[in-house]
């Protein structure tokens, strides 16, 4: 069909496909009428460009864009900013090709499909997405050089290998660039998505307000070991710890209490540490994740980090691009006041009017096994017991919750996910007296047999339970584990629901699911560690390996300009070589044709030895004197082109001898002179 179309019809519809490949890479980011209107404005291109119609006139295109800017404003609130300026970007794309009546046109939507490709980088850095760029960016090359080719019908994979060409030459200096250029702090964030109804973390954590959790199979972090891993079950990532609890939601404690109230951390290390290094994925927090505990902070680049007294890292402003950093943790630890003291209080908090059950349950415990601080190790035991025997279960579909969460789970719902488990269980030992709180992380991960890494994902988000015992300090308690051990262990986790083709594979063949699964990942990490996080770090470290002993800024800026200058001149060489080094055939065609110019025979570059062959014979056909003389180079250009285009073992001329010959030609007069 491609075929049979006038070029202006299959250049426009070729435009118009990349423009689509461009706006629907955009799908998920921008509001659903923007997909809509962008996809009817492409679809009537397309149709006035197959019938031969006319455009549309302004009053059109004004109308299209005042219903754009005001969709824009009534669903982002304004007309500037990230989301609002991408949506604006990608529905004027579209709009501009309705006034594409001429090269100029076409130029601009050319770099506006550029500046849109630009946008994707707001959302996602991932490998899927550069994949995608770089096929639309193939697209617009492919476009943009058959511009540049108005003569003709050239075809479009002409076009597209030369765009090929031009995108490989310039993938040395890309690559320069990419190494040497200063690094410079990201100019945007990297947007999380709303973690209602999904597993992962948040900074409080409203319990019985879900009914359903949807894991979530997005990755959080990958961590790779030095040496041999700890068990699965005592990989605890920790993160925010919450204390403060309303009767509805648990938050972290409030701020604005002395530091003499404070709680302190007497952080008491032993043992052999555990040395690994974290790759994180943006989170919009303030939060680094290592393993329970780790007294040293990790070396974030450009972000201070600082231990809170409740052995959470908090990085100096929020994690929107992927981070790398080392950390070292210790599993054998203890830390907290060693006995009472007054800000214990707030750990035992209860608010009044909720869990009468709950709190009859502790008055029973307590008459049971006695009161005491060293009763409190018999109680919690107590607790961990009833979990594991009064048929409790693990579930992700509890249904809502009530008002009193710890009444209805203890003696009515008796399931949950890790949320209800962990917070009726510190209700209850609030209700025993023991202090305690809720610390919520990650825990567990799985490993990726491709590259060795441990994958965290965000359906690993866990709460768990630290409770304080006289002369121990805190002391992690996991109340899931009685309820469901396999969910801290390496069996029986629950798994996110896969798509169609994804449980396709998996119905066929899980291991092959599996392995697809682990190298996709894998090859999807390399990209993180060798790409995204190429730090302002990492360029210093590729210094010293150059030899620098303290390498500076400076220093890069001087390796970075040596390079371009030594680029430039190894170019100039080049130059000069292809020039000397050009097709020989084509410089002795030439310096006949410059002779011939000189005796008053004119010629262009693209006329061929037959024809000045034929020119040479009728210029001097009835000059008696030259007549001879014509022939005999009318015969050498004759054997000029057989030696270019004979099928080879011809018989011809070899190129030396040609050029031998026409040192010695003897040449006709200029009759003209």
């Not at 030594?566 to 080049?574: I, Q």
């Amino acid at each position: 069909m491609g075929a049979s179309l006038p070029r202006d019809t299959r250049d426009t519809l070729f435009l118009l496909a990349v423009i689509g490949w461009v706006a629907f890479m955009q799908v998920g980011h921008t509001p659903w009428w923007c997909t809509a209107l962008t996809a009817l404005v492409l679809v009537w291109r397309t149709t006035l460009a197959l019938r031969g119609l006319p455009l549309p006139g302004w009053p059109v295109r004004v109308g299209l864009l005042v219903l754009t800017l005001a969709a824009t404003f009534m669903t982002h609130s304004t007309l500037i900013g990230r989301d609002a300026g991408v949506t604006l970007v990608v529905v004027l794309l579209a709009l501009k090709t309705l006034e594409m009546r001429a090269r100029r046109d076409a130029f601009v939507v050319f770099f506006l499909a550029f500046f849109t490709l630009l946008t994707h980088f707001f959302y996602s850095q991932s490998l899927l997405t550069a994949a995608g760029i770089l096929v639309a960016l193939l697209g617009l090359l492919t476009a943009l050089v058959n511009a540049h080719m108005p003569v003709g019908r050239p075809p479009l994979s002409q076009a597209a290998r030369i765009a090929g060409g031009m995108a490989l030459m310039g993938a040395p200096i890309m690559l320069v660039l990419f190494l040497l250029f200063p690094r410079l702090s990201p100019l945007w964030g990297m947007p999380g998505q709303d973690e209602t109804g999904r597993s992962g973390l948040s900074g409080s954590m409203k319990v019985g307000q879900i009914a359903q959790l949807v894991l979530d199979d997005d990755i959080a972090l990958r961590v790779r070991f030095e040496g041999r891993p700890p068990p699965q079950g005592q990989l605890y990532f920790r993160g925010p710890v919450l204390s403060d609890f309303d009767g509805v939601e648990w938050r972290a404690l409030r701020s604005g209490f002395s530091q003499s109230m404070a709680l302190p951390t007497d952080l008491r290390v032993s043992g052999e540490p555990v040395r690994y290094q974290v790759t994180m994925e943006p989170n919009r927090r303030p939060w680094l994740f290592v393993l329970e505990a780790t007294p040293q902070g990790p070396e974030v680049p450009d972000n201070a980090v600082r231990m809170s007294n409740e052995l959470q890292w908090f990085t100096q402003r929020p994690i929107n691009t992927l981070v790398r950093y080392s950390a070292e943790s210790y599993p054998t630890f203890r830390y907290g006041p060693q006995s009472q003291v007054v800000a214990l209080q707030d750990q035992i908090a209860l608010p009044g009017g909720f869990n009468p059950r709950t709190l009859a349950l502790a008055q029973a415990l307590r008459r049971e096994h006695g009161t005491g601080p060293e009763a409190n190790p018999r109680l919690i035991d107590a607790v961990m017991n009833r979990l594991r025997t009064g048929g409790y279960s693990y579930t992700l579909d509890p249904g809502l919750y009530g008002q009193n969460t710890a009444d209805e789970f203890w003696f009515d719902k008796r399931e949950g996910f890790c949320e209800h488990i962990a917070s009726s269980f510190v209700i209850l030992m609030r209700a025993l007296d023991i202090p305690a709180r809720i610390v919520t992380g990650y825990q567990g991960g799985e490993i990726n047999g491709v590259d060795g890494y441990w994958t965290v994902r965000q359906r690993d988000a866990h709460a768990w339970a630290e409770v304080w015992l006289q002369g121990q300090g805190w002391v992690r308690v996991d109340p899931t584990s009685a309820v469901a051990p396999g969910r801290i262990g390496s069996f029986e986790r629950l798994r996110a629901p896969q798509g169609a083709l994804a449980g396709a594979i998996g119905n066929l063949n899980p291991n092959l699911a599996a392995q697809l699964r682990a190298a996709w990942e894998a090859v999807n990490n390399s990209w993180n560690q060798w790409v995204l996080n190429y730090t302002q770090g990492r360029q210093l470290d590729l210094l010293k390996n150059l030899g620098f002993s303290s390498p500076s800024w400076t220093d890069l800026a001087y390796v970075l300009i040596g390079v371009v200058m030594a680029v430039s001149l190894l170019g100039a060489a080049w130059t000069l070589w292809e020039r000397q080094q050009h097709d020989p055939w084509l410089r002795l065609l030439r310096r006949a044709r410059d002779r011939l110019h000189k005796l008053g025979l004119e010629s262009t570059d693209h006329t061929p030895p037959r024809e000045l062959a034929l020119r040479v014979q009728q210029r001097w056909k009835n000059d008696t004197v030259d007549a001879g003389a014509a022939a005999r180079l009318a015969q050498w250009l004759l054997q000029l082109e057989a030696q270019r285009y004979a099928r080879p073992g011809s018989g011809d001329a070899t190129l030396s001898r040609l050029q031998r010959e026409f040192q010695r030609l003897a040449w006709p007069r200029n009759t003209d002179a």
